[in-house]
């Protein structure tokens, strides 16, 4: 049996009009779309900005919004659950 491990953490977060951006450490960049985490499309670009790196970097914090996003869970492509409810074929 074997055990997927990804491990990368977040050094960078930042947004454009459509889409959240993720700098790793190991020198990638993710581009996930708000859609995916209705807390943060629904937020303003200045509660948007206020995150805090969790776990060393591995997971992201929203203290205002309530929203907590685990780098890891992104890689596997794992979305909010109010988008996967009001989203069901996706």
Known sequence: MSTLTIEAAATRVWFDQYNMWISL???????????????????????RNKYI????????????????????????????YQYSKSHPYK
């Not at 450490?25 to 996930?32: A, E, K, P, V």
């Not at 997971?59 to 979305?79: P, R, T, Y």
């Open 25 to 47: 450490t190991d020198g990638r960049q993710l581009s996930i779309p708000l859609e995916y985490f209705p807390r943060l499309l629904n937020a303003n670009p200045m509660q």
């Open 53 to 80: 790196l969790s776990g060393n970097g591995t997971g992201i914090h929203w203290e205002e919004i309530d929203e907590d996003i685990s780098v890891s869970g992104l890689l596997l492509e794992k979305k909010d």
